[in-house]
Protein backbone atom coordinates (compact mmCIF):
# COMPACT_ATOMS: atom_id res chain seq x y z
CA UNK A 1 0.00 0.00 0.00
CA UNK A 2 3.22 2.58 0.26
CA UNK A 3 4.68 1.60 -3.81
CA UNK A 4 7.21 4.77 -2.99
CA UNK A 5 7.73 4.74 0.27
CA UNK A 6 6.45 8.04 0.65
CA UNK A 7 6.54 7.73 4.74
CA UNK A 8 8.96 5.70 6.54
CA UNK A 9 11.95 5.30 3.82
CA UNK A 10 15.35 3.42 4.50
CA UNK A 11 17.45 2.47 1.99
CA UNK A 12 17.42 -1.18 3.42
CA UNK A 13 13.36 -0.98 3.69
CA UNK A 14 13.21 -0.46 -0.06
CA UNK A 15 15.44 -3.13 -1.54
CA UNK A 16 13.33 -5.24 0.70
CA UNK A 17 10.13 -3.82 -0.87
CA UNK A 18 11.26 -3.88 -4.47
CA UNK A 19 12.82 -7.75 -4.16
CA UNK A 20 9.30 -8.96 -2.87
CA UNK A 21 7.26 -7.19 -5.66
CA UNK A 22 9.64 -8.64 -8.22
CA UNK A 23 8.13 -11.99 -6.67
CA UNK A 24 4.49 -10.78 -6.61
CA UNK A 25 4.93 -9.60 -9.74
CA UNK A 26 6.23 -12.70 -11.18
CA UNK A 27 2.98 -14.82 -9.20
CA UNK A 28 0.97 -12.61 -10.77
CA UNK A 29 2.34 -12.41 -14.54
CA UNK A 30 1.99 -16.09 -14.29
CA UNK A 31 -1.77 -16.09 -13.13
CA UNK A 32 -2.43 -13.93 -16.01
CA UNK A 33 -0.80 -14.41 -19.04
CA UNK A 34 1.84 -17.15 -18.78
CA UNK A 35 -0.49 -20.27 -19.01
CA UNK A 36 -1.87 -18.69 -22.69
CA UNK A 37 1.84 -17.65 -23.66
CA UNK A 38 2.35 -21.94 -22.31
CA UNK A 39 5.45 -20.00 -20.33
CA UNK A 40 6.47 -20.24 -16.78
CA UNK A 41 7.96 -17.80 -14.80
CA UNK A 42 10.33 -17.43 -12.54
CA UNK A 43 12.05 -15.20 -9.56
CA UNK A 44 14.95 -15.96 -8.04
CA UNK A 45 17.59 -15.51 -5.59
CA UNK A 46 20.99 -15.40 -6.96
CA UNK A 47 23.03 -15.27 -3.98
CA UNK A 48 24.93 -12.54 -2.20
CA UNK A 49 27.20 -11.40 -5.56
CA UNK A 50 29.55 -9.08 -5.61
CA UNK A 51 28.36 -5.46 -7.44
CA UNK A 52 29.40 -2.26 -8.01
CA UNK A 53 27.09 -1.59 -4.77
CA UNK A 54 29.25 1.04 -3.26
CA UNK A 55 30.21 3.27 -6.37
CA UNK A 56 28.79 5.98 -4.57
CA UNK A 57 30.34 5.74 -1.14
CA UNK A 58 33.71 7.38 -0.26
CA UNK A 59 37.00 5.94 -1.93
CA UNK A 60 38.29 4.19 1.20
CA UNK A 61 35.02 1.96 1.79
CA UNK A 62 35.02 1.21 -1.86
CA UNK A 63 39.08 -0.41 -1.35
CA UNK A 64 37.82 -2.27 1.65
CA UNK A 65 34.72 -3.67 -0.02
CA UNK A 66 36.67 -4.87 -3.30
CA UNK A 67 39.74 -6.18 -1.13
CA UNK A 68 37.67 -7.89 1.91
CA UNK A 69 34.20 -8.65 -0.22
CA UNK A 70 35.64 -11.04 -3.14
CA UNK A 71 36.54 -13.51 0.27
CA UNK A 72 32.96 -13.77 0.73
CA UNK A 73 30.55 -12.77 -1.77
CA UNK A 74 29.93 -14.88 -5.05
CA UNK A 75 31.55 -13.58 -8.63
CA UNK A 76 29.20 -12.63 -11.30
CA UNK A 77 29.04 -15.89 -12.83
CA UNK A 78 28.67 -17.69 -9.94
CA UNK A 79 25.49 -15.59 -9.34
CA UNK A 80 24.56 -16.15 -12.71
CA UNK A 81 24.16 -20.01 -11.57
CA UNK A 82 20.11 -19.73 -10.55
CA UNK A 83 19.30 -17.79 -14.14
CA UNK A 84 21.21 -20.49 -15.89
CA UNK A 85 19.52 -23.09 -13.83
CA UNK A 86 15.66 -21.45 -14.44
CA UNK A 87 16.59 -20.88 -18.37
CA UNK A 88 18.15 -24.50 -19.21
CA UNK A 89 16.79 -26.81 -16.67
CA UNK A 90 15.16 -30.03 -18.50
CA UNK A 91 13.28 -31.03 -15.17
CA UNK A 92 11.91 -27.37 -15.03
CA UNK A 93 10.64 -27.35 -18.59
CA UNK A 94 9.12 -30.56 -17.78
CA UNK A 95 6.84 -29.44 -15.01
CA UNK A 96 3.08 -28.60 -16.22
CA UNK A 97 2.00 -24.93 -16.97
CA UNK A 98 -0.93 -23.69 -15.02
CA UNK A 99 -1.95 -20.32 -13.26
CA UNK A 100 -0.30 -21.06 -10.10
CA UNK A 101 2.80 -22.69 -11.63
CA UNK A 102 5.47 -20.09 -10.76
CA UNK A 103 8.27 -20.43 -8.79
CA UNK A 104 11.19 -19.08 -6.56
CA UNK A 105 14.63 -20.59 -7.24
CA UNK A 106 16.98 -19.97 -4.41
CA UNK A 107 20.92 -19.55 -4.70
CA UNK A 108 21.11 -23.42 -4.58
CA UNK A 109 19.14 -23.55 -7.64
CA UNK A 110 16.19 -25.48 -5.80
CA UNK A 111 12.70 -24.76 -6.35
CA UNK A 112 11.69 -23.72 -3.23
CA UNK A 113 9.13 -21.23 -1.02
CA UNK A 114 9.21 -17.71 -1.07
CA UNK A 115 8.39 -15.19 2.19
CA UNK A 116 4.79 -15.69 3.17
CA UNK A 117 3.95 -12.45 2.12
CA UNK A 118 4.93 -12.98 -0.99
CA UNK A 119 1.69 -15.09 -2.12
CA UNK A 120 -0.99 -12.69 -1.04
CA UNK A 121 -3.26 -12.64 -3.79
CA UNK A 122 -4.98 -9.68 -3.38
CA UNK A 123 -1.84 -7.46 -2.83
CA UNK A 124 0.23 -9.03 -5.71
CA UNK A 125 -3.31 -7.89 -7.73
CA UNK A 126 -3.02 -4.34 -6.34
CA UNK A 127 0.73 -4.31 -7.50
CA UNK A 128 0.18 -5.54 -10.74
CA UNK A 129 -2.80 -2.69 -11.31
CA UNK A 130 -0.09 0.17 -10.19
CA UNK A 131 2.62 -1.18 -12.44
CA UNK A 132 0.04 -0.81 -15.68
CA UNK A 133 -0.47 2.31 -14.86
CA UNK A 134 3.09 3.61 -14.86
CA UNK A 135 4.27 1.52 -17.58
CA UNK A 136 1.02 2.11 -19.43
CA UNK A 137 -0.52 5.69 -18.20
CA UNK A 138 -2.15 6.01 -21.31
CA UNK A 139 -3.67 2.34 -22.37
CA UNK A 140 -5.69 1.34 -19.98
CA UNK A 141 -8.85 1.82 -17.97
CA UNK A 142 -10.12 1.67 -14.38
CA UNK A 143 -13.90 -0.84 -13.85
CA UNK A 144 -16.25 0.25 -11.26
CA UNK A 145 -14.34 -2.86 -9.08
CA UNK A 146 -11.07 -0.75 -9.40
CA UNK A 147 -9.62 -3.27 -11.11
CA UNK A 148 -6.90 -2.24 -14.34
CA UNK A 149 -8.05 -3.13 -17.83
CA UNK A 150 -5.63 -3.69 -20.25
CA UNK A 151 -7.34 -6.82 -22.35
CA UNK A 152 -6.23 -5.14 -25.41
CA UNK A 153 -2.27 -5.05 -24.62
CA UNK A 154 -3.18 -8.56 -23.22
CA UNK A 155 -4.21 -9.06 -26.94
CA UNK A 156 -1.41 -8.05 -28.28
CA UNK A 157 1.11 -10.10 -26.15
CA UNK A 158 -0.75 -13.10 -27.32
CA UNK A 159 -0.59 -12.32 -30.64
CA UNK A 160 3.49 -11.91 -30.61
CA UNK A 161 5.43 -14.48 -32.34
Not at 61 to 85: C, D, H, N
Request: aromatic fraction near 8%; glycine fraction near 4%; include cysteine.
Amino acid sequence: SNLTLASGYTSLRAYGQSKLAQVMFCYELQRRVAPELKLRCFSLHPGNVLTDVVRSLPGVIQWLYRVTMPKILLSGPEGARATLFAATSSALAQEPISANSAAYIDQSCQVSPSSKRSYDVTQAAKLWDESVKLVFPDDCATSETGSVSWSHIEREMLRAP
